[in-house]
């Protein structure tokens, strides 16, 4: 008898094939990575895992008091020049391990109190994650799936995901094409972000729903303020407010640190000030955005380091 499409095995027939000529993104590099090959992520059909731990630095429905159980994937699908945590999404680094492996490291953080799962850059390897959450599921994982992504996605995968994703946690990084294009070598990247979000909001609706200040179902878009990008940020908003929702949750992040690529660049070589943050956050405000997360601007040093076994040691943002 043919498994139903909602079924955990056809599911994984669907985005197994999505790998034969590869189209998990928008990027469609159309390579077979079942046979090894490689195209802009650089993996073939394999899991490569930077860090697992309690995160206690997301917004507070997601870390609550016992951290989120996040488990870092390394590589991206995106290109970003400035990238927060290029140390392992711009090099293939980390531990290669076995879809079996990463069920149990789900259930060692289930184990240790973590109030979900969180995927971070899940979309490169996105159907061993899966296979691996459907093995935890069935030796008993009972908490919520993060879905951690840049935004950059292909919506066919997103519903793909309808009924196994609890929480999607996307980022919305650009509104302008030509920023896209300029720091993440994507210009189509808006279109993207648009139509990946509303699959989204389909499933788990425009607003984030809490059991215990705990987020069990639904959704919140972050953006990065970058410095000197006051039009890009102000785009994003309009094109959420326009396309979108104003009730979407929105957590916007003062938190952008200069890393080694780009420490001499005219722009994203400082860190954001007070006054362009604010900026943004009082745009939104005034666009009649109704739930926002929002971050101190100061001097703290914010973004991890992968060299280290805990890379975080920061709070993470705040409810405005």
Avoid at 82 to 88: K, L, R
Avoid at 90 to 109: A, F, Q
Wanted: aromatic fraction near 6%.
């Amino acid at each position: 008898m043919a498994e139903s499409p909602e079924s955990p095995g056809a599911r994984l027939a669907l985005l197994n094939a999505a790998m034969k000529r590869c189209v998990l993104c928008p990027r469609k590099c159309r390579v077979d990575r079942t046979a090894g090959e490689r195209g802009f992520c650089g993996l073939a059909n394999e899991i490569l895992v930077s860090h697992s731990l309690p995160h206690h630095g997301e917004e507070p429905p997601i870390s609550g008091d016992r951290g989120a159980g996040t488990v870092f994937f390394s590589s991206c699908n995106l290109g970003c020049c400035y990238c927060q945590n290029y140390q392992i999404s711009h090099v293939l680094r980390g531990k290669r391990i076995r879809t079996g492996d990463l069920s149990r490291t789900m259930l060692d953080l289930r184990k240790g109190g973590c109030h979900n799962i969180e995927a971070v850059t899940p979309t490169p390897q996105l159907p061993r994650i899966i296979e691996a959450v459907f093995e935890a599921r069935e030796a008993g994982l009972d908490i919520p799936l993060v879905y951690n992504c840049g935004g950059y996605e292909n919506p066919d995968m997103i519903r793909l995901l309808e009924g196994v994703v609890d929480v999607y946690l996307p980022d919305f990084k650009y509104g302008r094409e030509e920023d896209a294009l300029e720091l993440s070598r994507v210009g189509d990247y808006p279109r993207w972000a648009l139509e990946s979000l509303k699959e989204m909001m389909r499933q788990a609706g425009d607003s984030l729903v809490t059991e215990g200040g705990i987020a069990v179902k639904g959704i919140i878009v972050r953006h990065l303020v970058l410095p000197g990008k006051r039009e890009n940020s102000l785009e994003v908003l309009r094109l959420i407010r326009k396309h979108l929702s104003i009730h979407l949750p929105l957590s916007l992040m003062s938190q952008y640190t200069p890393t080694p690529p780009v420490k001499d660049h005219p722009l994203l070589g400082r860190r954001v000030t007070r006054g362009e943050y604010e900026e943004i956050v009082n745009k939104a405000l005034d666009m009649g955005f109704e739930e926002i997360y929002t971050q101190e601007v100061d001097e703290r040093t914010l973004s991890p380091d992968f060299d280290r076994d805990r890379p975080f040691q920061w709070a993470g943002p705040g409810k405005g």
